[in-house]
């Protein structure tokens, strides 16, 4: 995978995700379900693989995949504000090395949301 610190969609997000002062933290939720052929470990393994990509854009905060009992996968990335999160979104999904991880959703299962983090508990 190329260093991602050259590739020019990081450094549009980075230019793009400015935070304004009064940014609010931001959930980025994403529910799917897989491609009948592609394994639960397979998808991790992508998701993995994705990691520096993702942690390269400005605003990344964590990042958590989990899957409910019928199946639904839920990808919750947080961000420091909804310009870096849109900003992201647009760089990663353009980026090659993502294609991966994208092929292996059911893309008419796709729902995306942004939310504002209106309060929050850390262990």
């Known amino acids: 995978m190329p ?4 590739l020019p969609q ?10 304004a002062p009064t940014a609010a933290l931001v959930a980025e939720i994403v529910r ?4 009948e ?3 639960e470990q397979t998808l991790v393994d992508f998701a993995r693989a994705t990691g520096p990509l993702v942690r390269a854009c400005p605003g990344f905060l964590g990042r958590h995949l989990m899957r409910d009992s019928d199946g639904v996968w839920t990808d919750l990335v947080l961000w420091e504000n909804l310009d870096a999160a ?24 796709i729902e995306m949301s942004h ?3 209106l309060w929050s508990l850390d262990g």
């Open 86 to 109: 849109r900003a992201a979104a647009l760089a990663v999904t353009a980026d090659p090395a993502f294609a991966p991880f994208m092929a292996a959703l059911d893309v008419s299962s």
């Open 32 to 35: 799917f379900r897989l491609n």
């Open 115 to 117: 939310q504002p983090v």
């Open 10 to 19: 990081i450094a549009e997000a980075k230019a793009q995700a400015t935070p």
């Open 37 to 39: 052929t592609i394994t």
């Open 3 to 6: 260093d991602t610190q050259d």
